[in-house]
């Protein structure tokens, strides 16, 4: 099992979602987040932002599925062509395992 933890801009959120419901992936927890990337904030005039607003998603897949999710979000999260700085990242982790409170079953 693998933790699947992309970060986008807020404004990609629902169509990200649907597109990863679409494709088999309803699973998803959504966490408000802020922080700045390589770009370290934004610039506009005098005004200086160091911290931007951003969404995770965190979501833990099987092994085998981590391709078909990384590129959803990546090519649903991507702004024009060739995308822009503050589109996002995605970090994958391993999991040792997963339990179901309700049932108490162990995996997804």
Excluded at 2 to 26: C, D, Y
Excluded at 30 to 35: F, I, N, P
Excluded at 36 to 63: A, C, P, T
């Amino acid at each position: 099992m693998l933790m699947i933890r992309a970060i986008i801009r807020p404004e990609k959120v629902t169509e990200v979602l649907a597109r990863l419901s679409e494709a088999g992936f309803p699973a998803v927890t959504k966490v408000d987040v802020v922080g700045r990337g390589k770009q370290k904030g934004l610039k506009f005039g005098d005004v200086y932002y160091d911290e931007i607003s951003k969404e995770m998603l965190l979501m833990i897949v099987n092994d085998q599925d981590k391709d078909t999710v990384v590129n959803v979000v990546m090519e649903t999260a991507k702004t024009g062509e060739s995308g822009a700085f503050g589109d996002g990242k995605i970090f994958i982790s391993p999991v040792e395992e997963a339990y179901t409170i309700s049932s108490n079953s162990k995996g997804l």
